[in-house]
Nanobody, 121 residues
Framework: QVQVVESGGGLVQPGGSLRLSCAAS????????MGWYRRAPGQQRELVAT???????NYADSVKGRFAISRDNAKNMVFLQMNSLKPEDTAVYYC???????????????WGQGTQVTVSS
């Protein structure tokens, strides 16, 4: 079983910055893709950013140039640096981790419980 825990959310003024962290733990053999998604009130969950083992990144158009995803493979962690935040960035942010677990080398796709980010003056 693989657990995923996010941290770092909060209230920030427009134009401000926040850094989200996500840690995966458990019977992990290898992690492949790590990513951040968000769900705004009344909206469906949407992709924010993903990063592969080889540090290839993908961003939603709405956050390009403002957000940066990175990972620490040794610690099974992924981060999301969010700059120039806008009110429309307000959402619950979820971490997603995909990889292979032991025993059995079974694929897993785990989600955290989410962390609230509110951008408001």
């Amino acid at each position: 079983q693989v657990q995923v825990v996010e941290s770092g959310g909060g209230l920030v003024q427009p134009g401000g910055s926040l850094r989200l962290s996500c840690a995966a733990s458990g019977n992990i053999f290898r992690i492949y893709t790590m990513g951040w998604y968000r769900r705004a009130p009344g909206q469906q969950r949407e992709l924010v950013a993903t990063i592969t083992t080889g540090d290839s990144t993908n961003y939603a158009d709405s956050v390009k140039g403002r957000f940066a995803i990175s990972r620490d493979n040794a610690k099974n962690m992924v981060f999301l640096q969010m700059n120039s935040l806008k009110p429309e960035d307000t959402a619950v942010y979820y971490c997603n981790v995909g990889g292979v677990a032991v025993p059995g080398f079974l694929r897993f796709d785990s989600w955290g419980q989410g962390t609230q980010v509110t951008v408001s003056s």
